[in-house]
């Protein structure tokens, strides 16, 4: 999976009714991202610019009235937020003699660094071939993104297959 695809993922339904947010927590963002003792405004950046990446994604696929409609944002604010977060870490090339080597060098900051790290793989996937395949699940209730496989796969994965089967089933037999 694209990292892009990852950082889209880190919410997700919870089987219950609700959603699932690996971002909710502190601590689980501190897990997720790898980022030392994150602090709170951090955590809130970065699932901002998380539901501003999926609003990209419900655009590009057209995605339905999922669970998490009521996050989105409209394009021109969803693209500031990514466009924002990506020139937030401006970038110089540094010419080092022994060994010959070039470096990328910045003065951001480790978080500024992560939300500009994945706004780029945001940007990159979006203005790439790989778009054309990207796909919003269209099984009940799931709100996942997938970048197809082959021609013929419909689910994010077998399982919400089985459960679109089952679901179609149960409403033929009640009608
Ligand atoms: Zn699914």
Known sequence: MNRALEFASTVRHDGHGGLA????TVEGFAAWSGVDAPTEELRLRTVELRWAARSLFARVTGAGERMDAPH???LDE???VVNAAA???PRAVRLEWEPPRLR???RATEGERLLAGLATDVIVFLAGEER???RACPAPRCIRYFVKAHPQQQWCKPACGNRA???RHYHRARD
């Open 21 to 24: 947010d690996d971002l909710a």
């Open 72 to 74: 989105l944002m409209p």
């Open 78 to 80: 969803a693209l500031r």
């Open 87 to 89: 020139a937030a870490v």
């Open 104 to 106: 990328h060098v910045d």
């Open 132 to 134: 054309a395949g990207l």
């Open 165 to 167: 089967r089952v679901n």
